[in-house]
């Protein structure tokens, strides 16, 4: 079992940042990749940034390619979002995602095996 938590959501203006954690837990060394997923209101959850966990591929949504960074401090089991030029169209809750076990950073929602329980983000215009 992976433990996974997320913090750091808040409400920002447009053009803004905000930086989301992702504190993992548990078997850890079991964990192939970690994603970032978000939900808006009605809509299906979808992808937005992977990295391997241990280090160097990651994969990001065209959508936020350019604005938003993941990284992941293996000391700490905590992998992050940096979140940049932020736009309204970004809110929604993000959920952070572990692949485990896996075998390649993938984009799809069914192989990711743990969940956190999400962070609420709002970009206001």
């Known amino acids: 079992q992976v433990q996974l938590v997320e913090s750091g959501g808040g409400l920002v203006q447009a053009g803004g940042s905000l930086r989301l954690s992702c504190a993992a837990s548990?078997?850890?060394?079991?964990?192939?990749?970690m994603g970032w997923f978000r939900q808006e209101s009605g809509k299906e959850r979808e992808f937005v940034a992977a990295?391997?966990?241990?280090?160097?591929?990651?994969y990001y949504a065209d959508s936020v390619k350019g604005r938003f960074t993941i990284s992941r401090d293996y000391t700490k089991n905590t992998v992050y979002l940096q979140m940049n030029s932020l736009k309204p169209e970004d809110t929604a809750v993000y959920y952070c995602?572990?692949?485990?076990?896996?075998?390649?950073?993938?984009?799809?929602?069914?192989?990711?095996?743990?969940w956190g329980q999400g962070t609420q983000v709002t970009v206001s215009s």
């Open positions: 548990g078997r850890t060394f079991s964990v192939y990749a």
């Open positions: 995602a572990a692949d485990s076990p896996g075998g390649r950073i993938t984009t799809q929602i069914y192989e990711y095996d743990y």
């Open positions: 990295i391997k966990w241990s280090g160097g591929s990651t």
